[in-house]
């Protein structure tokens, strides 16, 4: 398997833009998650997936950001509109959840850096 | 404030050292993953501890977990410079979900 892939790598986009990061998790991994790092908060988890089901997006943090998953294999984050303080990198992360209280190791994508100038 | 606690948040050893990073959580957690990062790159998977009291190696990485479920530490021993990158712990909480400490950034000096 390739892995978890992301798209773009780097993404440079003016402030007001819509901004969509795209994901492909692993194959036959249930759970995907996207997190946020930066130096000043570290890696922070925004939403995560279970079976294509939003489970908590509490990490989200505005109406501005919204992620889909409409099938097994693919998931989308976006921004709109997108503002300087987004610039970050996003990373999306897909294991396999065994049973409700046990996960696999999460595996990382590349991640996508976001400039928002 | 933060659910995992590393320390220390930055490291310099001289290569050869052994040096040990901890990650505290105020809660049992369900899995403790240690991953390793460089800079600009995604997080690469060390080794997952899910029993209390384990213990897990890989090459010169060590890891433990405390038989709370609570602390873990990763010791690496006779440090080299391709040691060096930032050392997160993650652990998973429950219903899915993982949740990741600050990180520790390493420097080894040759």
């Known amino acids: 398997d390739a892995g978890v892939i992301q798209s773009p790598r780097h993404e440079v986009t003016e402030m007001g833009q819509e901004v969509t990061l795209r994901c492909k998790p692993i194959?036959?991994?249930?759970?995907l998650f996207w997190y946020r790092q930066t130096m000043m908060r570290g890696l922070e988890l925004l939403i995560y997936?279970?079976?294509?089901?939003?489970?908590?997006d509490s990490g989200m943090p505005e109406d501005r950001f919204s992620a889909k998953m409409p099938n097994a294999s693919f998931s989308t984050l976006k921004i709109q509109p997108s503002e300087p303080r987004d610039s970050a990198v996003y990373f999306c992360?897909?294991?396999?959840?065994?049973?409700?209280?046990?996960?696999?190791?999460?595996?990382f994508g590349q991640g996508t850096r976001l400039t928002v100038v | 404030s933060q659910e995992l606690e590393q320390s220390p948040q930055s490291l310099i050893v001289q290569e050869g050292k052994n040096l040990t990073i901890n990650c505290t959580s105020s809660?049992?957690?369900?899995?403790l993953y240690w991953y390793k990062q460089k800079y600009g790159e995604g997080l690469i998977f060390l080794m997952m501890?899910?029993?209390?009291?384990e213990e897990k190696s890989h090459e010169k990485i060590t890891a433990k977990l405390d038989e709370k479920k609570q602390q873990s530490s990763l010791h690496i021993t006779a440090s080299q410079p391709s040691h060096a990158g930032i050392y997160l712990c993650?652990?998973?909480?429950?219903?899915?979900?993982?949740?990741f400490g600050t990180g520790t950034r390493l420097k080894v000096l040759a």
């Open positions: 992360a897909s294991s396999l959840a065994l049973t409700t209280l046990g996960n696999t190791e999460a595996f």
């Open positions: 194959s036959g991994h249930n759970s």
């Open positions: 997936f279970n079976n294509n089901v939003p489970i908590d």
């Open positions: 809660k049992t957690l369900y899995g």
């Open positions: 501890l899910q029993k209390g009291g």
């Open positions: 993650g652990a998973d909480v429950g219903t899915y979900k993982y949740i």
